[in-house]
């Protein structure tokens, strides 16, 4: 007998709420079912399967092999459904569709604001929503089906992914107007060996202020401090704190109200790209290919 059968939505869904919740009694509330007709549901999907699909741990559940599976199935397909389900939402109601959009760059926020604002008034059919945190990495989530564009520092190439290169620009060190560098017009590795760097929550080896400056003149700042918000790493480079990192064109909104200063990282600059990275099957969608030539202007602005 075919699985094809067997296996419905409504387990996927399950699957996935079991996942998330990890108890049954968690699962059933977020499915407004009953534990009962949980639980009945899954015992019937593991008779008709022939396989058991969880394991009691005390109060928790564990995947079988044969649950994993499942749950990936469940976790390639749900976003997928959903996408079109909402998508075609959108049609009934006379909009174009839907554009998730991923931001996997702390700064890119800024950036996102302004070619926003000029999308959404040239695109008033298209709903737009904004997605930070991935269950999965940015690119996983758009293989996915979770987003339809990452707006990215870092691409990974692959098979099934079109990239676009929306601009380039220059990373600069920023201190305080009272820090002993200030007399500085360009910082060597050597000027942050004693230095704390106020750094976004992002793994070591995605900052360019090591990978392409630091780590190959084998200096390492005396301690690395990570931050979430922007204001609020900015407010402690002012009071000399430690010195942080940012784009020009962002750092030079800061510095017009802040006392806080610029200063150019190596001779030749540290430069920095920024990607929209998308689906190849979605790259002739209309609105689309309009935030990516918004975003590009707004690069080369910056």
């Known amino acids: 007998m075919s699985y094809i059968h067997m296996i419905t939505l409504k387990h996927l869904k399950i699957m996935q709420a079991l996942h998330e ?3 049954l009694t968690r699962a ?6 009953s534990q009962s007709a949980l639980s009945h549901q899954i015992r019937y999907l593991e008779e008709k399967l022939g396989t058991a699909l969880w394991q009691r741990e005390g109060r928790n559940l564990r995947l079988t092999k044969a649950g994993e ?3 990936q199935t469940a976790q390639q397909l749900l976003p997928i459904l959903e996408q079109t389900e909402n998508t075609l939402k959108a049609y009934a109601q006379g909009r174009q569709g839907i554009l998730r959009i991923g931001v996997e760059c ?3 926020h800024q950036w996102l604001t302004k070619v926003l604002m000029v999308f959404l008034q040239i695109m008033p059919d298209v709903e737009v929503e904004i997605i930070n945190k991935f269950q999965f990495s940015g690119h996983e989530g758009l293989l996915n089906h979770h987003i339809d564009i990452l707006i990215t520092p870092d691409v990974e190439k692959k098979a099934d992914i079109h990239i676009e290169t929306l601009g380039q620009y220059n990373l600069v060190l920023l201190v305080a107007d009272t820090h002993p560098l200030t007399p500085k017009t360009i910082i060597t590795p050597k000027d942050l060996a004693q230095e704390t760097l106020l750094s976004f929550p992002v793994p070591l080896e ?7 400056f630091l780590n190959p003149a084998h200096i390492y700042p005396k301690q690395i401090k990570k931050i979430q918000s922007i204001e609020l790493m900015l407010q402690m480079t002012a009071l000399e704190r430690g010195v942080c990192v940012l784009p020009e064109w962002l750092a030079d909104e800061f510095i017009q109200t802040m006392a806080i200063k610029k200063i150019q990282i190596n001779t030749q600059g540290l430069k920095q790209k920024l990607f929209a990275i998308l689906r190849k099957q979605d790259k002739e969608v209309g609105y689309i290919q309009r935030f990516i030539k918004i975003g590009k202007k707004f690069s080369q602005n910056d």
């Open 69 to 71: 599976l499942l749950l």
């Open 28 to 33: 059933a509330n977020v499915l407004h079912l």
């Open 21 to 23: 919740n990890n108890t």
């Open 106 to 108: 702390y700064p890119c």
């Open 206 to 212: 995605r900052l360019d202020i090591l990978t392409q």
